[in-house]
């Protein structure tokens, strides 16, 4: 699986971005994609994933309520759309995805795709 994310940009606090991630390969509708942001010096952190078929989803609490994930497997692509947001949003955000598992998963160590990252910058 190949991934390429998109749709970052520079957003007022309180704006909103919608994230894209494109997948390419076989197993996309398969796997269970997540997001995750980083910011230099500090580690990946996990910030929502869905499962093969988008019934379930996964939040930590920081973006519950405000960022939604969803699918869709007919075009390969998965989005985080990301609502309210605040400075200490700002980060590089990943797509990534997991095969072999049925449950969304917050543990990095999973997921064995990675996309290249996209910028997000939330000016106060």
């Known amino acids: 699986v190949q991934l390429q994310a998109s749709g970052g940009g520079l957003v007022q606090a309180g704006g909103s971005l919608r994230l894209s991630c494109a997948a390419s390969g076989r197993t996309f509708s398969r796997s269970v994609m997540g997001w995750f942001r980083q910011v230099p010096g500090k580690e990946r952190e996990f910030e929502a ?3 093969w078929n988008g019934g379930s989803t996964y939040y930590p609490d920081s973006v519950k309520g405000r960022f939604t994930i969803s699918r869709d497997n007919a075009k390969n692509t998965v989005y985080l759309q990301m ?5 200490e949003d700002t980060a590089v955000y990943y797509c990534a995805a997991a095969e072999g598992i049925s449950y969304p998963t917050s ?5 064995s795709y990675w996309g290249q990252g996209t910028q997000v910058t939330v000016s106060s």
Do not use: E, F, T, V
């Open 83 to 87: 609502n309210s947001l605040k400075p």
């Open 49 to 51: 994933a869905i499962s």
């Open 107 to 111: 543990s990095r160590n999973r997921y």
